[in-house]
């Protein structure tokens, strides 16, 4: 079985697959008579011509290392956006495209006090909070149109702790 170290979840280094958002470093503004620093417009949200913005609220179990890679997925008409509603590390599992297929993937473990975005496209593994209550924020694309993608690998991927 193929092996993956995570990686601590960095802006630059998760670039190519979405955003990383945070409160880090100062805020745009200051707003309710100083007392709220606005951190604005972190993402770059896309849910297509033909999509509306939707919020849901998704409970998942929690899983633990090694943890085994099987499948990926993505959604070419929207972006998706994943918000802990506590202060737990999640585990974020994405891949290049290549040629219309996952590349060999990441795996990225969150610091506990950040949320993502996935572009629009973007392979990526399902979602994998490691620690109760498991519980998310999720943005993403509302519409008609189909839009997920499964990709199965042929052999499976143990993501294993960096």
Known sequence: MRQIRTELLTQAEFAPFGDVLDAT???????????????????????????????????????????????????????????????????????????????????FVTDGEQAINLYRGTWHGVLTPLAEPGLFAVIDRIGTTPNLEEHWFPEPYTILPG
């Open 25 to 107: 470093g100062a805020p745009d503004r200051l707003i309710n008579q100083g007392f709220c620093g606005r951190f604005h417009d972190r993402a770059r949200l896309d849910f297509g011509p033909e999509g509306r913005a939707g919020l849901s609220i998704f409970k998942a179990i929690p899983r633990q290392f090694p943890y085994r890679l099987e499948m990926v997925e993505r959604h070419p008409e929207g972006s998706q956006a994943f918000v802990p509603m506590s202060a737990d590390p999640f585990l974020v599992i994405v891949a290049p495209d290549v040629g219309g297929t996952p590349g060999t993937p990441r795996a």
